[in-house]
């Protein structure tokens, strides 16, 4: 972009100035009247000419910071064939405009790292003014809130009134729980807020924790630490006793009937409670995921067949769903095998061999935030809402011959594998539904 040039510079402009003032002043001390005016005429033409100078290097100003405003950094002005006064001018408002726009650029390269970082994080944030209106907030946020776009307060009614409230009315400085359920499952979260003045506008910075998730690492670390110590003592007490049963049966073969059966009893129970307890060590020794990449098409296929091998019932009908055909996930396959086979067995038991029209349904996709979800429903008996909150507790457990590890050590393979293992629940759920997601 250019404007059309002076023919002079402003320094030749004002040298001028300064002779026709020197020869004027000198004419008229001279005597030399008659050329006074002529010298006068030609020091206001020399000063409208430098005050028009002066505009258009005024409006060149003006029209690059209106570019500027509108983020417009195309422009430049040119600089060859012009006067060195006028190319000087041009040049600085060319490096002021680059200036400004490789600081435009880091700024926006800023902004976007700290994105980044907020997206990255588990801990929901939102930042929200005092009408309502939601300036930022991260998919953590969007995660723990169950919606894919929040743009204002309201729109956390549908959800639960109270947390819509709770978001609306929170002030700096405040600390507040809260439960809900969502859509997915149901959440607990802790709510903590900050303010700062953004734009010249006074906004809250809202912390969001799930409660749940905390509660669950720790109560599962807790189990485990037990369970690690309880069999230790158990083995070291076991074994001897075992052990030295069986060596006196091996020793004296001539001995009383009586004795001869009590130490069998002790050696074979004994033995026993070993088994049991090696099964139990299972929980506290889950390998350390390998994960690679497979498509999950074949992994359905291959574990369905494997359910309806170990278990028969012919009853129930076993459905795929899998969206993308090509969907593949990134996991340990044998460890997720030892998940979804639980799943698929579970819900076999729950449904039994009379129910008419049974069926399981496994289904995989990839959600809003490109995490592959995979659920396993069934239309048997819904779990009810007082055993439903003890399911991953570890040995919890409503079958007779039931060990009450098998989901414990599921939802401990999918925290290894950096996921999760949850019950949907809700006023809206009609099946029994576990969601796995990858995240």
């Known amino acids: 972009m250019g404007f059309k040039r002076p023919l002079y510079s402003l320094t ?180 903590r807020v900050s303010e700062m003045n953004l734009k010249e506008k006074h906004v809250r910075i809202i912390a969001l924790n799930d409660i749940n998730s905390e509660m669950d690492e720790k109560e599962i670390d807790s189990w485990i630490r037990l369970t690690r110590v309880l069999t230790h003592e158990i083995m070291n007490s076991i074994t001897p006793i075992t052990s030295l049963s069986d060596t006196l049966l091996s020793l004296h073969e001539a001995m009383d009937e009586d004795i001869k059966d009590g130490l069998e009893v002790i050696s074979s129970t004994g033995k026993g409670l070993i088994s049991f307890v090696e099964s139990y060590r299972k929980f506290t020794h889950i390998p350390t995921p390998q994960p690679s990449l497979f498509y999950v098409n074949r992994f359905a296929e291959r574990v369905v067949q494997l359910a309806r091998f170990h278990n028969h019932y012919p009853n129930i009908d076993i459905r795929v769903d899998i969206r993308p055909d090509d969907l593949i996930l990134y996991a340990d396959e044998n460890l997720i095998s030892q998940v979804v086979l639980n799943l698929l067995k579970n819900a076999m038991q729950a449904i039994g061999t009379e129910q008419p029209d049974a069926w399981i349904l496994f289904k995989a996709y990839c959600n809003e935030e490109e995490n592959v979800i995979i659920e396993v429903s069934n239309n048997g008996p819904l779990i009810p809402p007082e055993e439903a909150e003890h399911i991953f507790v570890p040995f919890f457990t409503t079958k007779e011959k039931g060990s009450g590890i098998g989901l414990s050590i599921s939802r401990q393979i999918m925290r290894l594998s950096g996921g999760s293992l949850v019950l949907k629940s809700g006023p809206s759920v009609q099946y029994t539904t576990f969601v796995l997601t990858f995240r």
């Not at 950094?73 to 041009?90: Q, W």
């Not at 980044?116 to 809130?145: E, F, H, P």
């Not at 400085?173 to 149901?186: M, T, V």
């Open 12 to 191: 030749m402009h004002l040298s001028l100035l300064v002779v026709a003032c020197v020869i004027g002043t000198w004419s008229a001390l001279a005597g030399w009247r008659a050329f006074a005016p002529c010298m006068l005429v030609c020091i206001v033409l020399i000063i409208v000419r430098i005050r028009k100078l002066y505009f258009m290097n005024a409006q060149k100003i003006s029209f690059m910071f209106d570019a500027v405003n509108n983020n417009d950094y195309s422009f430049k002005y040119e600089t060859e064939g012009h006067s060195m006064d006028d190319r000087l001018v041009s040049e600085s408002l060319n490096r002021i405009t680059q200036i400004l726009f490789q600081a435009k650029a880091e700024a926006a390269q800023r902004e976007r790292y700290y994105e980044l970082i907020m997206n990255s994080v588990k801990t929901g944030i939102i930042v929200i003014d005092d009408n309502g209106n939601i300036y930022q907030c991260n998919n953590g946020a969007l995660r723990l809130l169950g919606i894919s776009i929040f743009t204002h307060v309201k729109q956390l009614k549908p959800i639960d009134e109270r947390l819509e409230r709770m978001i609306a009315t929170i002030q700096p400085g405040d600390k507040e729980q809260i439960s809900f359920a969502n859509e997915r499952r149901n959440i607990s979260l802790s709510l």
